[in-house]
């Protein structure tokens, strides 16, 4: 059983930087993309950024240049690193991993998620 547990979330001002983590445990296919996505109060799910098995990265525009994914293969955990976090930030971030696409609609399996908080 595929299990995502994030952690690192929390509240910081406009301007600061946090860390997410993601450990994943279970998988067995060859082959996956994972990502972090993200939810609002009151706003559809999106996409942050997404890294494949061959390291292939990419970024939502709204975080190019301010957010960073990388992955450790060997301890099975996926970062997200954020700077210069703006309010619009704000939301429920989730970890999430498909063994055939990196899109969203074709994440199986997810985390719980994590809040993170951005004041003004």
């Known amino acids: 059983q595929v299990q995502l547990v994030e952690s690192g979330g929390g509240s910081v001002q406009a301007g600061g930087s946090l860390r997410l983590s993601c450990v994943v445990s279970?998988?067995?296919?060859?082959?996956?993309?994972m990502g972090w996505f993200r939810q609002a109060p009151g706003k559809e799910r999106e996409g942050v950024a997404t890294v494949d098995t061959d390291d292939n990265t990419m970024y939502a525009d709204s975080v190019k240049g301010r957010f960073t994914i990388s992955q450790d293969n060997d301890k099975r955990t996926v970062w997200l690193r954020m700077n210069t976090l703006k309010p619009d930030d704000t939301a429920t971030y989730y970890c999430a991993m498909s063994s055939w696409t990196c899109r969203l609609f074709g994440m199986r399996y997810w985390g719980k998620g994590t809040l993170v908080t951005i004041s003004s």
């Open positions: 279970g998988y067995t296919f060859s082959s996956y993309c």
